[in-house]
């Protein structure tokens, strides 16, 4: 059709000018800038030099979003590479900053290299590239291309446009038309461009490499977790005995967080209450949460509400909590929330949103989108010491043995020799 083929043009344009403009606008936000660094190259002739791109540096207590590509970079540096994070924002967050320096990441804002195409025509040495963010990604695997001999390889978080189908599945939610299809051609142009492409899910890799057989390219995509998990950790892991309430985590900026709390809070925490009472407290951590405003005051009853706390405070929820919630009504991928309650050690109540991705993990751990049964299965692993443990300890099994650490850390330089 004509219009479909007009706004592809128009979107290829702003794509074509858009890391020219990117960030410039974020010159008048109050959040504090970065003071200018050196560029200095780093590492040494015997491992490769990889740039790795994003929107901003990573606050790994940010969002879900943040940990995994901080996550991803330091895997990198334990895999033997040079890392140097370059941040599209002219704004770059200075905790993120921190963070990244004391891993061992180099990073580099747009704000000290200038545009990344004038910086990179001057040869930085880099051997490869990882993009990450669908829209981010497409502004800069161009420039990059131009410069980086190596392989270009696309870290995807989730298949964007599906999670948006998948929130237009959901009754109230019919909206978006635009974003879907403006999603849908950025993400597939990322596909056949660049040389790798990353997905947690296998269901989502696998969609990557049909759409590349359609266009007669050979398959280019692999399922790579959001999160690896050494097997040695349960030994540290606090007994059921001190646990008590239920934690739910997530930002509110992220919408199906939002939505599924509000379903929780609605639909499911009633018949809890009713049921066993101040033994369900729930504590809700993430990123401006502390601004969320329950949907109905019976739900609310023993709601505390942490907001955005750091990683010795999120580790001492989960060290307390006897059951993680993940009550999402749609999304894209494999759900972080979900991987790093059952790497704690907590068991996860979850509905088929929350569990996409994660295939065996109904064999171990409740799933269901109804409300009546996510009661009850919450209120087994509530009051029923010895389900709580076969619980915990089997889905700690099925995660060790399918996101191995070591075997994804030794994975990773594979990807980067692509001829």
């Not at 635009?178 to 142009?189: D, I, P, T």
């Not at 060290?319 to 993940?326: E, F, H, K, L, Q």
């Not at 989108?369 to 010491?385: E, F, H, M, N, P």
Request: proline fraction near 5%; charged fraction near 20%; hydrophobic fraction near 45%.
């Amino acid at each position: 059709m004509a219009w479909v083929s007009s706004k592809r043009l128009v979107l290829e344009g702003m794509l074509a000018f858009a890391p020219g403009l990117y960030g410039r606008w974020e010159v008048w936000k109050a959040r504090p800038r970065t003071a200018d660094a050196p560029i200095v190259a780093s590492g040494s002739a015997s491992r490769q030099r990889l740039l790795l791109i994003d929107h901003d540096f990573p606050e790994v207590d940010r969002d879900a979003g943040s940990r995994a590509i901080a996550s991803f970079a330091a895997l990198l540096l334990e895999a033997g590479m040079d890392v140097v994070f370059w941040a599209a924002s002219t704004a770059p967050s200075l905790a993120g900053r921190h963070w990244l320096h004391a891993a061992g990441v180099q990073p580099l804002g747009r704000n000290e290299t200038g545009p990344l195409d004038a910086w990179l025509s001057s040869d930085q040495g880099f051997s490869s590239a990882v993009l990450s963010r669908p829209l981010v990604a497409a502004m800069y695997l161009p420039v990059v291309r131009r410069h980086v001999r190596g392989v270009c390889l696309y870290y995807g978080h989730d298949i964007h446009y599906q999670r948006l189908e998948s929130k237009s599945a959901t009754t109230e939610l019919k909206h978006g038309v635009w974003e879907r299809w403006l999603m849908r051609v950025v993400e597939r142009r990322l596909w056949r461009e660049a040389d790798v492409v990353l997905y947690p899910s296998r269901d989502e890799a696998q969609a990557v490499n049909i759409y590349r057989h359609g266009l007669a390219l050979t398959a280019s995509a692999h399922m790579f977790p959001l999160w690896t998990v050494k097997a040695e950790v349960p030994a540290s892991f606090p007994g059921v005995a001190d646990r008590k309430g239920l934690l739910f985590v997530g930002s509110k900026g992220h919408q199906p967080n939002v939505d599924g709390l509000d379903w929780f809070l609605s639909e499911v925490a009633p018949l809890l209450q009713h049921a066993l009472g101040a033994q369900c407290p729930l504590t809700v951590v993430g990123s401006d949460m502390e601004t969320y405003q329950p949907p109905v005051a019976q739900g609310a009853e023993g709601l505390r509400i942490l907001g955005r706390v750091d990683d010795a405070t999120l580790s001492e929820c989960y060290d307390s909590a006897r059951v993680v919630i993940a009550p999402l009504r749609y999304g894209g991928g494999v759900k972080g929330k979900v991987i790093e309650a059952i790497s704690k050690g907590v068991p996860c109540a979850m509905t088929p949103a929350a569990a996409q991705g994660l295939e065996g993990i109904e064999d171990v751990l409740p799933v269901s989108d109804d409300a009546r049964t996510y009661a009850d299965t919450i209120g087994v692993l509530v009051s029923d010491d010895q389900a709580w443990r076969k619980a915990s300890d089997n889905a700690f099994r099925l995660l060790a043995e399918r996101y191995d650490h070591e075997r994804y850390v030794s994975m990773l330089p594979g990807f980067f020799h692509v001829t």
